[in-house]
């Protein structure tokens, strides 16, 4: 942390705009027709009907001239490009894994590892798997499940590093399955799933310790790895001093290889990868990315974006970027508890986190609270969150029933670069509005149409 910040109290912001993109607020009825014609579904609305959008943080960062200019230079090579061994050799100096495979995205990435560690029953136990990523685990036969701590479970427990793997738990899972039914352990950082929160290094290594003592792999889904490094540095004694460079590369030595959504803290509009120590398993990982992604030295990226996909891994590894990262999120958690919208607590890296059962404590668990949030917030002011909840988590495979998650949640996701102070406000006043207005009043949700599948994407609700 640079002093500076730190002794002024400013907020410093590492950049500043040279190219613009217009955004305009629709009129009340538009969006109430917009909202209707969507199905109450946040991913059926028209991004130009959007006016702050914050459904997501991946792929939605603005690039810098450096990444611009690095593009110019990408080199479009079938087989061995320029490209692909600039980032190869950027992601190997960063996190010491030597065999790298590109992905057109996170998922591509998953489905590549998957397709070959994961068999029919075998277990991959971690930290709240990421939806695409439990599906994948899932679609190649295995079975998810969830360890974390009971922390992160809680909307209101106040604690450094809720993405942290329960260890009994974990033992528990080994000892109950056999090693050697456990395909991989998977520790999701930041975990996305649980409020972007962080996972300390002591518990990285209690994990890597207890699974390779028990001959088990273990594999980060490393989509915000830069911003858990961060967390790490402010909140775990004894990583004050170290830079986010040393950081990474200490808990990536933890681990056997990764996924990477690179349009996370990578900050592509599109990319991922596959990283691994293992030689025999890269030779094997070549096939399927050569099915499902293309070459295995550009699995479905442009040259153009793997060179901005290398450079901005050595963009979000500077601190000044995510000092000013990680306060824009604490800042509209701050500005939203003091009008007294319920938020997860202490608020993570990517996102602030509204707890939907608390903001509607009138709505019944099973009628989406926060989808309903999603709803009222679009309506009032153009602003798209995303439900991550009792929608998202979907149907139990063994009984079709609904799944209830321990927390129900309306998600602000930020995207890098991109909105500022003004348009934070914006956000709060609407979140606000909404609280104070009938938009507190409504009635729950239920599904129009349940599509089957990852249903949040393309079900439709209406009021109940
Ligand atoms: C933790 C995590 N893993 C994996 C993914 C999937 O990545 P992608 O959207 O690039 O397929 C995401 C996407 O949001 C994520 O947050």
New binding site residues.
Partial sequence: MSGNHRESNRQIVPFKAKVIEPIRLIPLDERLAVIERAGLNMFNIRAEDVYIDLL?D??TGSISNAQLAGMMMGDESYAGSRSFHRLAETFQNLTGLPYVLPSH????A?KVLNSVLVKKNRVVPGNSH?D??KAHIEFAGGRCVDCTIKEGKSSQTMHPFKGNVDLEKLRATIDEFGPKNIAYVLI?VTC?SGGGQPVSLENIHAVSELAHGKGVRVYF?A??FAENAYFIKEREAGYEKKTIPQIVREMFDCVDGC?M?S??DAIVPMG?LVATRDQGLYEALKVPTILFEGFFTYGGMSGLMMEALAQGLEEVVQEDYLVHRISQSRMLGKWLNEVGVPIVEPVGGHAVFIDGRRFFPHVPEDQFPAQLLCVEMYKEGAVRPVEVGSNLIGRDPDNGDNIRPALDLCRLALPRRVYGKEHLEYVVDVADTVRKTEGSRRSGLMFDKELPGIRHFVSTFKYV
């Fill in positions: 997501t991946s792929g995205q996170g998922r591509g998953e990421f695409t990523t999701t996305n889904d989509a915000r996924t959504s349009k996370k991922g």
